[in-house]
């Protein structure tokens, strides 16, 4: 039995071991019919590791010509192949192997599947970079404004938290940068305004940087405006008590009539003028004018202060007044006679009387002898002349008395004053001032 076995399996041995061999080339040829080697295009995106090498230096990098995203051929079986897609591949570019002249980084393409049975072919493998040195500066916010705050009110402050802002990156584009800034908006505010904002870096030309290879401690800011009210009220003064006797309180000066406020608006709108009372005000037995410094400071309402342009302390006067003596002319035809003796005639020496009259200017501007009238008491009066005393009565102020001169004589005499005038004296019948009351 086992010699038939040995006979056929050795009987003819290299014509069985050549159609073992055909077999197999059949087979492969039939395999390599039905799946052919098939080459694909993709394109990637190229993965930038180990950029901190750079930065380690103090340098940054910049990729040139879209060198970043690399196109290659995949080759191999189509029933392999034709199941591949790009994120099948990875392209790596590795800035550690950067050349000396640190230009160029080369990419390594690798399959993440059938990686045996694929050849991938690139046509460029170099990354091209431009490296220049990193930077770090440090700018002010700006904070400005847009639109205008409500009728009266004004910004008193701006203010950006944080205030400043950190900036690193190329020494390029980091020159570029010649202000940075942001924008609030203050449209019809009467309160305080604040928002978060966005950070613009502008360059001297106020173009906007771009930002992308830059590095910023914050890209927004908490902008802030403070905002008043200016307001413009009256100054009035408080002033107490009486002076001395013969005079009076007549006015107060003050070379300020207003003063600018500034402050909270809902303080500023209630407040239509500013009335400041003080123990200085206080005028008892004041002879002559009183002056007072005055610090306004210590008179404002919370949340209210001076204008900048408004001085601090201010000068007040308050104005006493004395009277004064003035004469009028008294024509002595207002002048009435009483108790002539009989058989006497009265004549007066002028034809007016002085009167002294003593009251407060203003009044007295006023004052007229003609609306003065007289009595004169002319009991005892002998023939010739005298001095004697008139009682004063009408709006004379406190004038009450006057002195006149005047010529007693026999009733018919051709008594005459020293102007040439005669009888010119009234009884208290209205007739001449002789000693028979007759005409």
């Given at each position: 039995?086992?010699?038939?076995?040995?006979?056929?399996?050795?009987?003819?041995?290299?014509?069985?071991?050549?159609?073992?061999?055909?077999?197999?080339?059949?087979?492969?040829?039939?395999?390599?019919?039905?799946?052919?080697?098939?080459?694909?295009?993709?394109?990637?995106?190229?993965?930038?590791?180990?950029?901190?090498f750079?930065?380690?230096?103090?340098?940054?990098?910049?990729?040139?010509?879209?060198?970043?995203?690399?196109?290659?051929?995949?080759?191999?079986?189509?029933?392999?192949?034709?199941?591949?897609?790009?994120?099948?591949?990875?392209?790596?570019?590795?800035?550690?192997?950067?050349?000396?002249?640190?230009?160029?980084?080369?990419?390594?393409?690798?399959?993440?599947?059938?990686?045996?049975?694929?050849?991938?072919?690139?046509?460029?493998?170099?990354?091209?970079?431009?490296?220049?040195?990193?930077?770090?500066?440090?700018?002010?916010?700006?904070?400005?404004?847009?639109?205008?705050?409500?009728?009266?009110?004004?910004?008193?402050?701006?203010?950006?938290?944080?205030?400043?802002?950190?900036?690193?990156?190329?020494?390029?584009v980091?020159?570029?940068?010649?202000?940075?800034?942001?924008?609030?908006?203050?449209?019809?505010?009467?309160?305080?305004?604040?928002?978060?904002e966005?950070?613009?870096?502008?360059?001297?030309?106020?173009?906007?940087?771009?930002?992308?290879?830059?590095?910023l401690?914050?890209?927004?800011?908490?902008?802030?405006?403070?905002?008043?009210?200016?307001?413009?009220?009256?100054?009035?003064?408080?002033?107490?008590?009486?002076?001395?006797?013969?005079?009076?309180?007549?006015?107060?000066?003050?070379?300020?009539?207003?003063?600018?406020l500034?402050?909270?608006?809902?303080?500023?709108?209630?407040?239509?003028?500013?009335?400041?009372?003080?123990?200085?005000?206080?005028?008892?037995?004041?002879?002559?004018?009183?002056?007072?410094?005055?610090?306004?400071?210590?008179?404002?309402?919370?949340?209210?202060?001076l204008?900048?342009?408004?001085?601090?302390?201010?000068t007040?006067?308050?104005?006493i007044?004395?009277?004064?003596?003035?004469?009028?002319?008294?024509?002595v035809?207002?002048?009435?006679?009483?108790?002539l003796?009989?058989?006497?005639?009265?004549?007066?020496?002028?034809?007016?009387?002085?009167?002294?009259?003593?009251?407060?200017?203003?009044?007295?501007?006023?004052?007229?002898?003609?609306?003065?009238?007289?009595?004169?008491?002319?009991?005892?009066?002998?023939?010739?002349?005298?001095?004697?005393?008139?009682?004063?009565?009408?709006?004379?102020?406190?004038?009450t008395?006057?002195?006149?001169?005047?010529?007693i004589?026999?009733?018919?005499?051709?008594?005459?004053?020293?102007?040439?005038?005669?009888?010119?004296?009234?009884?208290?019948?209205?007739?001449?001032?002789?000693?028979?009351?007759?005409?």
């Amino acid at each position: 039995m086992l010699k038939k076995l040995s006979s056929l399996i050795t009987n003819n041995f290299g014509l069985k071991i050549l159609g073992i061999v055909i077999a197999v080339i059949l087979w492969m040829a039939i395999v390599n019919v039905q799946d052919p080697d098939k080459t694909l295009t993709f394109s990637l995106e190229v993965e930038v590791v180990n950029a901190d090498f750079l930065t380690d230096l103090g340098k940054t990098y910049e990729v040139l010509d879209g060198t970043d995203t690399i196109s290659f051929t995949v080759t191999g079986k189509r029933s392999v192949v034709e199941n591949l897609s790009a994120s099948d591949f990875k392209a790596v570019a590795n800035i550690e192997n950067i050349d000396d002249s640190l230009s160029i980084v080369p990419i390594v393409v690798t399959a993440t599947s059938y990686s045996s049975q694929l050849e991938i072919t690139t046509r460029s493998s170099y990354l091209k970079v431009n490296v220049e040195n990193l930077v770090t500066q440090e700018y002010e916010i700006e904070v400005l404004t847009d639109g205008m705050p409500a009728t009266s009110c004004f910004v008193d402050s701006l203010s950006a938290s944080p205030g400043t802002v950190t900036v690193t990156g190329p020494e390029s584009v980091v020159g570029q940068i010649d202000t940075v800034q942001v924008t609030l908006d203050i449209s019809g505010a009467s309160d305080a305004v604040s928002s978060p904002e966005d950070i613009l870096l502008l360059d001297a030309s106020g173009n906007e940087v771009a930002a992308d290879r830059l590095t910023l401690s914050a890209t927004q800011t908490t902008a802030a405006a403070e905002i008043l009210m200016r307001k413009a009220v009256s100054l009035t003064f408080d002033v107490t008590g009486e002076p001395a006797e013969g005079t009076r309180y007549s006015a107060t000066q003050c070379e300020n009539s207003y003063v600018t406020l500034v402050g909270d608006a809902d303080v500023l709108r209630t407040l239509n003028g500013l009335e400041i009372s003080s123990d200085q005000f206080n005028i008892d037995g004041a002879t002559g004018d009183v002056t007072v410094e005055i610090h306004l400071p210590d008179y404002l309402p919370d949340g209210v202060s001076l204008a900048d342009d408004e001085s601090e302390d201010i000068t007040v006067t308050i104005e006493i007044e004395a009277q004064t003596t003035v004469d009028v002319e008294m024509p002595v035809s207002n002048i009435t006679v009483s108790n002539l003796d009989d058989g006497l005639e009265l004549s007066f020496d002028s034809d007016t009387v002085t009167v002294s009259l003593t009251g407060y200017e203003d009044d007295l501007s006023s004052a007229d002898g003609s609306d003065i009238t007289g009595t004169l008491d002319a009991s005892g009066l002998t023939e010739g002349t005298s001095e004697v005393t008139i009682e004063l009565a009408g709006d004379h102020l406190s004038g009450t008395k006057a002195a006149v001169s005047v010529t007693i004589s026999e009733s018919g005499s051709s008594g005459t004053t020293d102007s040439g005038t005669s009888d010119s004296g009234t009884t208290d019948s209205g007739t001449s001032a002789n000693s028979s009351g007759e005409e």
